[in-house]
Nanobody, 118 residues
């Protein structure tokens, strides 16, 4: 079955950096577009980065220039480098595949908590 295991979150001061990892299994990782999502308390889950099977990345304006998504198709792992973090980046971060219709896959991992605070 599909498994997504996120790691790398933590508590960081504003302006700091973190690198998140997501190990995927149960589907053909190398041909899937992958995404990183986040959900802050009381808010809807939002997509913050996506990367196609060939490595083309996209970001919303809110994180462009600060976040970088990458992938290792051999290890079925997707990464998210978070730089210049702001308190409003505080959320639980999840990875998932992005289906051809643009929706996330049905299965979610446990996520990893990112807290930006001084």
């Amino acid at each position: 079955q599909v498994q997504l295991v996120e790691s790398g979150g933590g508590l960081v001061q504003p302006g700091g950096s973190l690198r998140l990892s997501c190990a995927a299994s149960g589907f053909i990782f190398s041909i899937n577009t992958m995404g990183w999502y986040r959900q802050a308390p009381g808010k809807q889950r939002e997509l913050v980065a996506s990367i196609t099977f060939s490595g083309t990345a996209n970001y919303p304006e809110s994180v462009k220039g600060r976040f970088t998504i990458s992938r290792d198709n051999v290890k079925s792992t997707v990464f998210l480098q978070l730089n210049s973090l702001k308190p409003e980046d505080t959320a639980v971060y999840y990875c998932n595949r992005i289906l051809p219709n643009g929706a996330p896959g049905a299965y979610w991992g446990q996520g990893t908590q990112v807290t930006v605070s001084s």
